[in-house]
């Protein structure tokens, strides 16, 4: 058998194609005229935040030299619908508005035109007539009994939420309880690339509809849009081409990709939509958008007894994926790394006139680190106990993994000390608190922080199934496929590492495929850092199938007894202690080719339930407290997620996943002024950092296997934007201990900073909303919530 090439560092296969321009993307598609009659949408979009619809005027707009169509709610017909998750089901949103409007960029109106700088031109002169309603934009505020009501049948606000039994009770016995209340702030996802779809009515061989769209999920997609539209999924077709990042925005069907194939199959023309950057940024659905209620009960020597949240998510405008996050993804990872025996949980779900809320890298996950690694250091303040003490006296015990937490998750394996251990050591812990004593001492303005995060994610969240095939031709060359979907993790890469290792192909000599719901017989799509432990687990078996294929073959034409057959260094078959003769995968596979057979395996692999990557990192930052500017110094993230395949791709994960995260700690911030108006609606607005703005990462990683699957491997995608933030918020308030800073909410601004010297040591808790006492409970094995999820 040749050496393994698993572990080593392979550059990526996919790159040339990006970097030289060879590749399509939807919007090209729509540029290049090669869909003949091909039209193109632009929508008309609502400037108010809230308010009813009193009417539409599209004759102006329809007399456009150019124009085709100008479609409102009531012209389309479409049924209202959820996105990724089903949080309220009385709460659907309408592709396009019907008789209210519930926040600005709104779809109200699309009109259709030969070309797109006629639909653009055209939508300006339709008009709409809003009756003005008052706009409710804070999430907290959004609950309050006197809140204007975004579904006035609903009676309130609240889009979901639960109680988890008596909460309070987690404190009772604590010797110390520290309090805080925080803010995970709301963010823009920002892909490169924005929303895009072209549907082509007309379908193609075996399909009525054809849809190129771009999303992380092709068959997901598929199956969302057809039970939409009440359609047999097996005569659509979905192709995702090359997708420009998504970072979980482009995990469903959106109101605008409903109303696109809604409009094009009644014209029976194909229609392309391609999202502009203002549009993305008003209409994609952000993430985050949480406030935590948190308090942890201690001993007085450190020994943490119970834990106490109070959480209200931001659903947005309509009940879809981001409200849930509180209530799934922030609940089960509320206790994190720690041994607290007892934990208490509630979570609201607010409707505000904003934006919906839906994934962004990470989902809920660092949402739960942040308020946690927040809460600790606080606490290691108030002990007057070094963090990275607490934090070990605490850790989860190795040797008791696979474990079961207060709030029923199931950690697979962890040894949380294990990264910190090696994240302290290349930071030169001590070093560094001895450089911040000196710069304490001598009252430097510009302090030094250091920041401390330990923290455990969800990956494959609830396991299930992933499809992988593994085709080798009779030239010798394979072809492997996998229902995940890539958009930059660099699947080509990593799947043909597992087909060369298992058979000894170059990798030179091994393509893939993906993402085309008529080649791809079913897949689950990119999401939750899942596709190398679901789709790599599944191309491996298919992989370990076709090798046996292949044996039985080279057996009968070697002559030998298929036990004795073994593929060589050289990736040739050969018998066993006989040096030769051997036979080529060309050989085999063009012998079986003239048998009428094929070398082909398409399988499904398995994983019974979600895996839990964990890390540790350590920020060191400098503050001007004079004027609040914050300098990164250095970022040393070590990262365990299981068995690695290729860490050239885990190193590029975890660089990407810094750098969102260290910018939502300093920088990112969707805000909204009373009236529900955008105020961060372009990019000279909105601060996604710059390479300007960052610094050189140091990057390493720890291995700990998981035994959920044949690989070893769990997800890597979103554990460095879990891990950063923290880190990078706790390094700044660090800095400013000497002045009394207790807490500074994200993202940590120059003007938060500046006022928090002044004020000095504000006490960071108030007391939540009264709407968690009105919360139904949840006790026992059973769940009662307010709303569906």
């Known amino acids: 058998m040749p050496g393994s090439i698993l572990g080593t560092a392979v550059r990526r296969v996919e790159d040339p194609d990006l970097i030289t321009g060879n590749t399509t993307y939807v919007g090209n598609l729509s540029a290049n005229g090669s869909i003949e009659g091909l039209l193109h949408v632009a929508f008309v979009r609502s400037p108010l935040a809230h308010g009813l619809v009193t009417g539409i005027e599209t004759a102006a707009a329809a007399a456009v030299d150019g124009v085709v169509a100008v479609y409102t709610a009531a012209d389309l017909g479409l049924p209202a619908h959820h996105g990724l998750m ?356 001598a009252q430097d303005p510009v302090q030094l922080g250091i920041g401390i995060a330990v923290y455990v994610e969800i990956t494959a969240g609830g396991g299930g199934s992933e499809y992988g095939s593994v085709h080798v031709h009779a030239d010798g060359t394979a072809t492997v496929s996998a229902g995940t979907s890539a958009h930059g993790q660099g699947h080509a890469t990593s799947f043909a590492m597992l087909v060369s290792d298992r058979l000894g192909i170059p990798m030179d000599r091994i393509t893939y495929e993906q993402s085309d719901t008529a080649t791809v017989p079913r897949g689950g799509g990119t999401g939750g850092s899942r596709s190398l432990q679901m789709g790599g687990s599944a191309v491996d078996k298919a992989a370990t199938d076709v090798l046996a294929q292949a044996r039985n073959r080279a057996a009968a034409m070697l002559e030998a007894n298929i036990d004795d057959v073994e593929l060589t260094d050289g990736g040739e078959f050969g018998v066993t202690g006989v040096p030769t003769p051997t036979v080529t995968w060309q050989q085999v596979a063009s012998g079986a080719e003239a048998a009428g057979e094929t070398l082909f395996a398409g399988l499904d692999a398995t994983q019974a339930g979600a895996t839990f990557p964990f890390g540790a990192h350590v920020s060191v930052v400098e503050v001007d407290t004079d004027t609040g500017r914050v300098s990164p110094r250095r970022h040393v993230a070590v990262d365990d997620c299981g068995r690695i395949l290729n860490p050239l791709l885990v190193e590029g994960q975890q660089h990407g996943g810094l750098a969102q995260g260290i910018a939502q700690a300093l920088y990112e911030e969707v805000v909204y002024d009373a009236d529900g108006q955008p105020l961060t609606s372009t990019l000279a607005d909105y601060h996604v950092p710059t390479a300007a703005d960052l610094f050189p990462f140091e990057v390493a990683t720890t291995e700990t296997p998981t035994h959920m699957n044949p690989l070893g491997a769990k997800g890597i995608g979103e554990s460095a934007t879990v891990g950063s933030t923290p880190a990078v918020q706790n390094a700044i308030v660090d800095a400013l201990r000497p002045f009394g800073v207790r807490h500074i909410d994200l993202p940590c601004t120059p003007e938060r900073i500046w006022r928090a010297v002044r004020a000095g040591g504000e006490d960071p808790w108030r007391e939540p909303p009264a709407i968690f006492d009105d919360l139904p409970r949840r006790g026992g094995d059973s769940t009662e919530e307010s709303g569906a999820i």
């Not at 609950?143 to 609240?158: M, R, T």
């Not at 109680?163 to 309880?177: K, P, T, Y």
């Not at 203002?278 to 985050?288: A, C, D, I, T, Y």
């Open 86 to 441: 089903v949080l309220n089901p009385d709460l659907p949103r309408p592709p396009l508005a019907t008789d209210r409007v519930r926040f600005v960029g709104e779809a109200v109106a699309m009109v259709v035109a030969e070309s797109k700088a006629v639909a653009v031109d055209a939508a300006e002169l339709v008009e709409v007539d809003y009756d003005p309603l008052p706009a409710v934009v804070d999430l907290e505020e959004a609950l309050a009994p006197d809140a204007e009501l975004q579904f006035p049948e609903q009676g309130s606000n609240l889009a979901a939420g639960l109680r988890d039994g008596d909460s309070a009770a987690a404190l009772d016995g604590a010797e110390v309880v520290v309090r805080a209340r925080m803010v995970n702030q709301r963010l823009a996802v920002v892909p490169m690339e924005g929303n895009a779809i072209v549907v082509d009515p007309r379908g193609d061989a075996g399909h009525d509809l054809l849809v190129h769209v771009s999303t992380q999920m092709p068959h997901g997609f598929r199956a969302q849009l057809a039970g939409i539209l009440g359609l047999d999924a097996e005569t659509v077709r979905v192709i995702a081409p090359h997708v420009g990042g998504a970072f979980g925005g482009k995990a469903g069907v959106l109101a605008e990709h409903t109303a696109v194939v809604g409009a094009a199959r009644r014209l029976g023309r194909p229609l392309a939509w391609v999202e502009t950057r203002s549009e993305n940024l008003v209409s994609m659905p952000h993430g985050r958008s949480q406030v935590g209620y948190y308090e942890l009960g201690l001993t007085r020597d450190g020994t943490m007894t119970g834990l106490r949240c109070r959480v209200v998510g931001d659903a947005g405008a309509y009940a879809g994926f981001g409200g849930a996050l509180p209530l799934r993804m922030t609940y089960v990872m509320a206790p994190g790394v720690y041994a607290i025996p007892k934990v208490g949980y509630d979570a609201a779900s607010a409707l505000t006139n904003t934006t919906p809320v839906g994934a962004f890298r990470g989902a809920g996950r660092p949402e739960a680190a942040a308020h946690l690694e927040r809460l600790v250091d606080i606490a290691a303040v108030e002990l007057d106990m070094d963090p990275v003490e607490l934090r070990r006296r605490n850790f989860l015990d190795p040797s008791s993994f696979p474990l079961t937490t207060p709030v029923g998750a199931t950690y697979d394996v962890g040894d949380y000390d294990l990264p910190l251990r090696e994240a302290l050591r290349l930071a030169d812990y001590e070093k560094l608190r001895e450089e911040q004593q000196s710069r304490r001492e």
